[in-house]
């Protein structure tokens, strides 16, 4: 199995970059990398390490932030995020990882390895925490302004996913919307919904509330991007709030100091539980690839879960599975 790194992107790029990757190629016997980025940095930090298992793409440049993605995309064939994407459009890797601008990882998607047959627009889908089991949303931003048909697109690449790498037998399918009944929500949402009860291949139950989310009531939650990009930073926003009250409440005296090392296991447990790096990144279904968008910030552990994420959507053939779906409801 082969996965093309991004070595140049994200805010910790490339140490945490380069030392995710040793950890991924430590846990995983039969993977083999192939590191993007500049030849010299790569070979400096692998000089006295393993690196049987590694291959270098030399890729001098590098795509910011400030640079508008499509261009870079288009324009930038030296940097470290298109040399990756060439290595997945050419098929010499199945998937490939970054951390680097989410706006260019989007075009390139599209314009570097192209779409699933039939998939109007591709969509980000973070796999996220609750009180029960994880659920994913989709989009979470690749996609502000929709139409109503690309929604049942975005349920059927979902549950696809959920079934095959995260082993939910038939997921539960909800619409992001501000009320149960099937009138309920815009325009968007009203068109949307008999769309999704259409499709006999998905396990549709109708809208769903914020407040609901993350109790697991859903294995699936469906919006478009604008919505699900407040969702997941909300949620993001929540739980750091709620780490830092909690650590506020166990440091006021000695005695909730006590009390805080008592239950100091529980509360590790229930940070990793709300901790995103757990999860690695946020894959980009509907290209034809094992596209794994890692979080901007992300630290060494964050981008060897991301790298993991890979690996268990390519064994679990998520992209030929979306294909053979997507032709069932998709007439010729």
Known sequence: MRIAVDVMGGDNAPAAILQGCEQALAEHGDLHLVLCGPQEVINGFFADKDATRITVEHAPDVIS??????????????SSMVRAMDLVKRGECQGMVSAG?????????????????????????????????PWM?????????????????????????????????????????????????????????????????INFQGNIEARDIMSGAADVVVCDGFVGNIILK?????????????????????????????????????????????????PLLGVRGAVIKAHGSSNAHAISRAIRQGVRMIEGNVVQKITTELDAVIPD
């Open 101 to 133: 601008s989410t706006g260019a990882l989007l075009a390139g998607g599209v314009f570097r390895i192209g779409r699933i047959r039939g998939i109007q627009r591709p969509a980000l889908a973070p796999v996220m925490p609750s009180t029960s089991n």
């Open 234 to 282: 909300q949620t993001e926003g929540t739980a750091a709030a709620l780490m830092s009250m909690l650590k506020d409440v166990f440091m006021r005296s000695t005695v909730t100091k006590l009390a805080a090392a008592i239950l100091k296991p529980g509360l590790r447990e229930f940070k990793a539980r709300m901790d995103y790096t757990e999860h690695g990144g946020a």
């Open 65 to 78: 932030n400030h640079d508008s993605p499509t261009l870079a995309i288009r324009r930038m064939n030296d």
């Open 137 to 201: 949303l989709i989009d979470c931003g690749a996609n502000v302004d929709c139409r109503p048909d690309y929604l049942p697109q975005f349920a059927l690449m979902g549950s696809v996913y959920m079934r095959s790498v995260m082993g939910v037998k038939n997921p539960c399918v909800k619409l992001a919307n501000i009320g149960d009944e099937s009138e309920k929500g815009n325009e968007l949402t009203k068109a949307a919904y008999p769309l999704l009860s259409a499709i006999p291949s």
